[in-house]
């Protein structure tokens, strides 16, 4: 079965509030309850708007009234009708085709009432309540009397879904107990059974009890459900200040005197290595360079070799040594002997590409006249001489070298930087971090001669990274020591300002950051609650205003109480709770 809502509609309301609320119900029936001389109720053109929107949203609506121009419109416009009478003795049975029966204590949807205020800035939320069991009650000649009629035969086009719904409205409104046995199937007859029970001598005892156990009902709702939930939104103000900071590896916790915080040492290494091309072009008139390992394999003294000792290649070039070299002794081991070795340059004996050989084996040509020794000493290398030319050549300007120092430089930065921030662990990094370049090395150097060189770089970021949450609790405690303030977190930017870092050569874990934070944002007043809610309890809706509006501290506040007819603050503060709004 779908949702029931009803509303009741006060004499003042305005047509435009009563159609809002049912176009924002999702009920799937609505029951509309109207007084006499209502003011919605004396234009026609309200029942055709509110027909033409329950056509449009495919709701039933269902009036209850005793008001003869309403009941006309009902019947008019097509909505099912329940007339409301309360002077009036006479039952009337309904045209109902099959009754059916329902079990005792089902309710009948999410049945609540609907009222709107607004002059008001502290507003009444109006809670769910059975509104039939309320109406139905009257005062005339100190009885309760009841009675319903249907002025209209149900229509085919109702669903059988409302016709239920509308039974069970009905049996609410009489207060009928439920049996366990079938309903009978004629309409006639299960009206019936009221009528005699009107005739029995006891009826007026029956009513009278009804009607206490209903009033005894109302005063326990009154008395003891009664609830307000009050919305503060206190005020605010703009922060605009700097605060001097410093971050220390060292640091086991806040200190706010010292406005210091823990962090901790993070950094990164990144090495780059790129190719380039030459760009100049000149006359060359160059010896090709190379390295070669001299061997003692001869006795167990050091042998000494004065500069410009020649080596001779397997093919008969000759390459001399620029400075003197001492090549160790041989030893023994294991009974055999290991030659002794050192590592030298060689430039060749003269210029030109001939001497640009690859790997070779050189000899001592100054040993030449004795066999053993010239046997013993010897030379060899693992990579090609290079650099012999005459003539025109490409060289290194230094333009093509300071471009690729620039260039190696710029990304070896960029890695090493982004290298750092993607190991913080949402640690706040300030920048600039102290990020520096510890490495640079060329294979050429400016006017050689290269078709092509490389350069490569290694840098270091260093920096020491902090809790974001750490930097706010000083600052909300810089601006308490001036005023009673809540710090709205989600409206703080921090600059950094005048970075130092300070990495200690006593280790990592001495090192400092130190900036100043230029701060700006918003901070709430705190609201004491408790006195607030103290002063609350137990004040009529017309004084709430103005008491809350005495606090200075707050910019506007909301009141709803609940159910809808409590008018006054409970006087049990554990029945107001209480929502501050930043």
């Given at each position: 079965?779908?949702?029931?809502k009803?509303?009741n509609?006060?004499k003042d309301?305005?047509?435009?509030?009563?159609?809002?609320?049912?176009?924002?119900?999702?009920a799937e029936e609505m029951?509309?309850?109207f007084p006499?001389n209502?003011?919605?109720?004396?234009?026609?053109?309200?029942?055709?708007?509110?027909?033409?929107?329950?056509?449009n949203?495919q709701?039933?609506?269902?009036?209850?009234t005793?008001d003869?121009?309403?009941?006309?419109?009902?019947?008019k416009?097509g909505?099912r009708?329940?007339?409301q009478?309360?002077k009036t003795?006479k039952i009337?049975?309904?045209?109902?085709?099959?009754?059916?029966?329902?079990?005792?204590?089902?309710?009948?949807?999410d049945d609540e009432d609907?009222?709107?205020?607004?002059d008001s800035p502290?507003?009444?939320?109006?809670?769910e309540e059975?509104?039939?069991?309320?109406s139905?009650?009257?005062t005339?000649s100190?009885?309760a009397?009841?009675?319903?009629?249907?002025?209209?035969?149900?229509?085919k086009?109702?669903?059988r879904?409302?016709d239920?719904?509308?039974?069970?409205?009905?049996?609410?409104?009489?207060?009928?107990?439920s049996?366990?046995?079938p309903?009978?199937?004629?309409?006639?007859?299960?009206w019936?059974?009221?009528?005699l029970?009107?005739?029995?001598p006891s009826?007026?005892?029956?009513?009278?009890f009804?009607?206490?156990?209903?009033?005894?009902?109302?005063?326990v709702l009154?008395?003891?459900l009664g609830?307000?939930?009050v919305?503060?939104?206190?005020?605010?103000?703009k922060l605009?200040f700097?605060l001097?900071?410093?971050?220390?590896?060292?640091?086991?916790?806040i200190?706010?005197n010292r406005?210091q915080i823990?962090g901790?040492?993070?950094?990164f290494?990144?090495d780059?290595?790129?190719?380039?091309?030459t760009?100049?072009e000149k006359?060359?008139v160059k010896?090709?360079r190379?390295?070669?390992?001299?061997f003692?394999?001869?006795?167990?003294d050091?042998?000494n070799?004065?500069?410009?000792?020649?080596f001779e290649s397997?093919?008969?070039?000759?390459?001399?040594?620029?400075?003197p070299?001492?090549i160790?002794?041989?030893k023994?081991?294991?009974?055999k002997?290991i030659?002794g070795?050192?590592?030298?340059?060689?430039?060749?004996?003269?210029p030109?590409?001939?001497?640009n050989?690859?790997?070779?084996?050189?000899?001592?040509p100054?040993f030449?006249?004795n066999?053993p020794?010239?046997?013993?000493?010897?030379?060899?290398s693992s990579?090609p001489?290079?650099?012999?030319?005459?003539?025109?050549?490409?060289?290194?300007?230094e333009q093509?070298f300071n471009s690729?120092?620039e260039?190696v430089t710029?990304e070896?930065?960029?890695?090493?930087?982004?290298?750092l921030?993607s190991?913080?662990n949402?640690?706040?990094?300030?920048?600039p971090?102290?990020?520096?370049?510890?490495?640079l090395?060329?294979?050429v150097e400016?006017d050689d001669s290269a078709?092509?060189?490389?350069?490569s770089?290694?840098a270091?970021?260093k920096?020491i990274?902090?809790?974001?949450?750490?930097?706010?609790?000083i600052?909300?405690?810089f601006?308490?020591k001036?005023g009673?303030?809540?710090?709205?977190?989600?409206?703080?930017?921090?600059e950094?300002?005048n970075?130092?870092f300070?990495?200690?050569a006593?280790?990592e874990?001495?090192s400092?950051?130190?900036?100043?934070?230029?701060v700006?944002?918003e901070?709430?007043?705190k609201?004491?609650?408790?006195?607030i809610?103290?002063g609350?309890?137990?004040l009529?809706?017309d004084q709430?205003?103005?008491?809350?509006l005495?606090?200075?501290?707050?910019?506007?506040?909301?009141v709803?109480?609940?159910?809808?007819?409590v008018?006054?603050?409970?006087?049990n503060?554990?029945e107001?709770?209480?929502k501050?709004?930043y």
């Amino acid at each position: 079965m779908g949702s029931t809502k009803i509303i009741n509609v006060l004499k003042d309301d305005q047509f435009e509030d009563i159609l809002d609320a049912f176009q924002k119900a999702e009920a799937e029936e609505m029951i509309f309850i109207f007084p006499k001389n209502t003011k919605v109720g004396k234009k026609e053109a309200h029942f055709a708007s509110l027909a033409k929107e329950a056509k449009n949203s495919q709701k039933q609506v269902t009036i209850m009234t005793a008001d003869q121009n309403i009941e006309r419109y009902a019947d008019k416009y097509g909505f099912r009708f329940l007339a409301q009478q309360s002077k009036t003795k006479k039952i009337v049975s309904p045209k109902i085709d099959e009754p059916e029966e329902k079990p005792q204590g089902q309710e009948s949807g999410d049945d609540e009432d609907w009222a709107a205020n607004e002059d008001s800035p502290l507003e009444n939320e109006d809670q769910e309540e059975d509104a039939v069991a309320d109406s139905a009650l009257s005062t005339d000649s100190g009885q309760a009397e009841l009675a319903m009629a249907q002025a209209t035969t149900p229509r085919k086009s109702a669903s059988r879904s409302a016709d239920k719904k509308v039974q069970k409205l009905e049996s609410i409104w009489l207060k009928r107990e439920s049996s366990e046995r079938p309903l009978k199937k004629s309409a006639s007859n299960f009206w019936s059974g009221f009528n005699l029970i009107k005739k029995r001598p006891s009826r007026n005892f029956n009513l009278i009890f009804l009607a206490s156990a209903a009033l005894v009902l109302l005063i326990v709702l009154f008395t003891f459900l009664g609830s307000a939930q009050v919305i503060l939104k206190p005020q605010k103000q703009k922060l605009d200040f700097e605060l001097p900071v410093t971050v220390s590896a060292n640091a086991a916790e806040i200190d706010l005197n010292r406005n210091q915080i823990p962090g901790q040492f993070l950094s990164f290494k990144a090495d780059v290595s790129k190719d380039f091309p030459t760009t100049g072009e000149k006359e060359v008139v160059k010896k090709a360079r190379g390295e070669i390992m001299v061997f003692n394999n001869y006795n167990s003294d050091p042998q000494n070799l004065v500069a410009t000792t020649r080596f001779e290649s397997s093919k008969g070039l000759i390459f001399r040594i620029p400075r003197p070299i001492t090549i160790p002794e041989a030893k023994l081991v294991n009974s055999k002997l290991i030659p002794g070795s050192t590592t030298v340059e060689v430039i060749a004996d003269k210029p030109g590409p001939e001497y640009n050989i690859n790997a070779d084996r050189f000899s001592i040509p100054g040993f030449a006249n004795n066999t053993p020794k010239f046997e013993g000493f010897y030379a060899e290398s693992s990579k090609p001489m290079s650099g012999g030319t005459i003539g025109l050549s490409p060289i290194v300007t230094e333009q093509d070298f300071n471009s690729a120092k620039e260039a190696v430089t710029k990304e070896v930065l960029n890695q090493s930087l982004n290298g750092l921030k993607s190991k913080t662990n949402n640690l706040e990094i300030v920048d600039p971090a102290k990020n520096e370049v510890t490495s640079l090395k060329s294979t050429v150097e400016i006017d050689d001669s290269a078709e092509g060189f490389a350069m490569s770089a290694s840098a270091e970021a260093k920096s020491i990274g902090f809790l974001k949450k750490d930097l706010l609790q000083i600052i909300e405690a810089f601006i308490n020591k001036n005023g009673n303030l809540v710090l709205l977190k989600e409206t703080v930017n921090v600059e950094y300002k005048n970075v130092k870092f300070d990495f200690s050569a006593k280790g990592e874990e001495s090192s400092t950051l130190t900036f100043t934070a230029a701060v700006k944002g918003e901070a709430a007043t705190k609201l004491e609650e408790n006195k607030i809610v103290e002063g609350l309890l137990g004040l009529k809706q017309d004084q709430i205003k103005d008491y809350l509006l005495s606090f200075k501290e707050i910019e506007s506040a909301r009141v709803i109480l609940s159910p809808f007819w409590v008018k006054t603050v409970p006087k049990n503060n554990k029945e107001v709770h209480v929502k501050i709004v930043y």
